[in-house]
């Protein structure tokens, strides 16, 4: 493994297990500019914007179960109510995503948009249900 792939993986674990994309997912007005630079980073380079969406999402639903395990967010509705809301605007990024990574002819960058997307759909119910619930 080169030195700069070896950054790269490190990059992208630290960002799918530190909580930076959930704070920034909970944040208000912050949270929908997360999703567009997602969205254009994956529009410019689709080998790479797959692997971040990837983290993104795997660390929103990871904190989301973490923050779940005890019956209670440990969060205010608010921020609960903007990840919630993020999380549905990831579903159709994975979409967009794989549309993109379809036309580069990037075959993981299809799989990860088409996974994430299905399995951020499957757990809107149970993992992003309202903050009052």
Known sequence: MSEAAGWQWTVLIAWAVIPIPSLLLAGAGINILVVGALLI????LPSVGAWVYLATWLNLIGWRLIGLRGGRLGATPMSVRNQNGMSSWLVMLGIVGAVRSG??????????GV???????????????????
């Open 103 to 112: 036309l580069a002819g990037d075959g993981i960058g299809i799989a990860l």
């Open 41 to 44: 980073l994956w529009l410019a």
């Open 115 to 133: 996974i994430g997307a299905v399995v951020l759909f499957m757990v809107q119910g149970p993992l992003f249900r309202s903050a009052s619930s």
